[in-house]
């Protein structure tokens, strides 16, 4: 199993700025993600955290909105930049220690944009 | 375009009584369906996972069934329980490499 420390829980954050979201697992894992959840939606993936390399977007996610560091196997940041109302949500973060027939959760950041 | 549909928003049912929750997909060949709880202000917890060719999967009081025919899954909770109470999400994937994607999920209230 995989234990993750997510961190800031929550956050009020003024139009224009950005919010790096931290993700910190107890054991390494192949495959972190992060995910977005807005209100009485369901979670839609954001991207796969690539150790050593760029991560991998989703269609309707770009980089330079969401820049993606995961620099070794336990360790992954997200940040939400220039942002705005629309990017008010949960961001979770997951991993999974081979592949993705069993991911372990964060408890999430919830971001409110004003 | 591919889609994951769970039956209903919620679904409340008195404790003691099986409460049984639908995952439908289209336009997909899933290798394998997950199913999650999520409380409020947590992330998902994983609870089971059914490949393509099993049919039935059971863990304690749970049990998910699987029909790539009808391209359903059926989440059974027996002996409910006010504890049982969260969101149910359903996911699916391609394979082991592919991006799990998930439904909205079903809130079931377990009414003592």
């Known amino acids: 199993s995989a234990v993750i420390s997510q961190k800031p829980s929550r956050d009020i954050c003024q139009r224009g700025t950005s919010l790096t979201i931290q993700c910190q697992v107890d054991s390494q894992v192949t495959m972190m993600f992060w995910y977005r959840q807005q209100p009485g939606q369901s979670l839609t993936l954001i991207a796969t955290?690539?150790?050593?390399?760029?991560?991998?977007?989703e269609s309707g996610f770009v980089i330079d909105k969401f820049p993606i560091s995961r620099p070794n196997l336990t360790f992954s940041t997200l940040t939400v930049s220039n942002m705005s109302p629309e990017d008010s949500s949960i961001y979770l973060c997951s991993a999974s220690p081979g592949s993705n027939e069993k991911l372990f959760f964060g408890s999430g950041t919830q971001l409110s944009v004003l | 375009s591919q889609k994951i549909e769970q039956n209903s928003e919620a679904l409340n049912i008195q404790e003691g009584k099986t409460a049984t929750l639908t995952c439908n997909y289209t336009?997909?060949?899933?290798?394998?369906l997950q199913w999650y709880r999520q409380d409020p202000g947590r992330g998902p917890v994983f609870l089971l996972l059914?490949?393509?060719?099993?049919k039935e999967k059971r863990k304690e009081r749970l049990k998910v069934t699987f029909d790539t025919t009808l391209k359903q899954s059926l989440f059974h909770i027996t002996a409910s329980q006010p504890a049982d109470s969260a969101t149910y999400l359903c996911?699916?994937?391609?394979?082991?490499?592919?991006?799990?994607?998930f439904g909205k999920g079903t809130r079931l209230s377990v009414i003592a």
């Open positions: 996911a699916l994937a391609s394979s082991g490499n592919t991006p799990l994607v």
């Open positions: 059914i490949r393509e060719n099993e």
């Open positions: 336009n997909y060949s899933p290798a394998y």
């Open positions: 955290a690539n150790q050593g390399s760029e991560a991998t977007y």
